[in-house]
Structures are given as structure tokens and as C-alpha cells.
């Protein structure tokens, strides 16, 4: 069965603090993303990692992929209040001859002053 | 370009009743999907479609119902309305490799 886990599920971070949330999938997959969601709202594309040691990088967020451990990280910076929101890691499989994406069950981040 | 569109945005439903969401898009592709999203949950797959005239079951298919009679247009139907599904419903579309997804701005249903 396909498994697509993050953790942590809740993180409550103080601005200017480092931290990661993680994303670990139970098949191969050589696709993953990172999406963020506010409250009422729908997904908002952050990255699409597509091989093995991909990294990539907008403002204080920093993901990265690595398909043979099955796992990706999404790495905060210096967190600033802005980022509060839910984040989502959705992994792409080709399932019974067509590509869907999986999620997981999201990060519910808050950043306080 | 629009991109994908959902109708309607919000809506009350009692238990029984049946409705209809929809979903649109113009840029030609060819996959569709229906996912739904329960408070505080990730998005699970209802129903998908790789063309005009093919659907598929997703995860939780087990009260809806989907046609594919245009390229552009996926439609969801609810027959008998239950509480347990009451969701937010995104609708999303890609071409057939393509590494960008693009999703609609849900639909917030209760049912009641």
C-alpha cells in the first residue's frame, strides 16, 4: 500500500528559528512536491523536486529529495510569521498505468513573535 | 487563460439531496482528477480521468459519480447526500507528463 507520511504533523516555531518537516513515501517515485495552503484557500505550488539530490530553494524555504531513502525535507530559515500555514509534500506515481499524486497529511505550522 | 474553474465555490446540501460540482479547463489537457479534503486532513483521490470518455476509481470513490464527455470539462456527482460528505473538493488537471499540476479553488460543501 502506497504510504505518503509527514512529521511533524503540528509545529508551533518562535521567528528567527530553524527547523525541517519531513516527508517520507513508502514506493519509488522520481517526482515529489511541496505545496502550502492558508486557511480557506486552495494549494499553492512551492517546488516540484524531479531526481535523486534534488534541491531547491525560494526565500527562507529549502527543499530537497532523496529517492533512495524515500524522502524529502522542506527546511525553514530564520522562520517569519508569513509562513504560518499548512504545508503538504504530494508524491507522483504511475499507478495501474496512469500518474496521480498521493499527499500526505500535512504540516500545520505556526510562527509566533 | 482561466486555467481550471469550480462551480460553485460553497454550498449547502441536505441529506438525500444530489448535486453536481464542476470542473473546467482550457488548457487542453489530458489528465483530471477529483480530490476531496477533510478539516484538517490531506487530499484524498475520489475519482481521475487520462482523457475524454475514461474515468477511474481513486482512494475513496464510494458515493460519487464522474463523466468525461469533453476534454475540457470533469464534472462530480453527489446522488444521496450524506454528512460524511461534507469537504472541500478540488479539482486538478495536467497533461500527460507534464510536471506541472494545476489545481482549482475548491469547494466547500456541508452536507446537513
Known amino acids: 500500500e502506497l504510504k505518503v507520511e509527514q512529521n511533524p504533523l503540528f509545529l508551533s516555531m518562535q521567528e528567527g528559528k530553524n527547523y525541517t518537516i519531513y516527508c517520507n513515501y513508502s514506493t519509488t517515485s522520481d517526482r515529489l512536491y511541496w505545496y502550502r495552503q492558508d486557511p480557506g484557500k486552495s494549494l499553492e505550488s512551492l517546488f516540484v523536486?524531479?531526481?535523486?539530490?534534488a534541491v531547491k530553494q525560494e526565500g527562507r524555504l529549502m527543499a530537497s529529495l532523496d529517492t533512495k531513502a524515500r524522502l524529502s525535507t522542506l527546511h525553514i530559515t530564520a522562520a517569519v510569521h508569513d509562513l504560518s500555514a499548512t504545508y503538504f509534500c504530494a508524491v507522483d506515481m504511475k499507478i495501474q498505468g496512469a500518474q496521480k499524486l498521493v499527499f500526505g497529511q500535512g504540516t500545520r505550522l505556526t510562527i509566533n513573535p | 487563460n482561466a486555467g481550471v474553474t469550480q462551480t460553485p465555490k460553497f454550498r449547502i446540501l441536505k441529506i438525500g439531496q444530489s448535486m453536481t460540482l464542476q470542473c473546467t479547463q482550457d488548457m487542453n489537457h489530458n489528465y483530471m482528477y477529483w480530490y476531496r479534503q477533510d478539516p484538517g486532513m490531506g487530499l484524498k483521490l475520489i475519482y481521475y480521468?487520462?482523457?475524454?470518455?475514461?474515468?477511474d476509481k481513486g482512494e475513496v470513490p464510494n458515493g460519487y459519480n464522474v463523466s468525461r464527455s469533453t476534454t475540457e470539462d470533469f464534472p462530480l456527482r453527489l446522488e444521496l447526500a450524506a454528512p460524511s460528505q461534507t469537504s472541500v473538493y478540488f479539482c486538478a488537471s495536467r497533461e500527460s507528463a507534464g510536471n506541472t499540476i494545476y489545481f482549482g479553488e475548491g469547494s466547500w460543501l456541508t452536507v446537513v
Open positions: 480521468s487520462v482523457g475524454a470518455g475514461i474515468t
Open positions: 523536486l524531479l531526481s535523486n539530490g
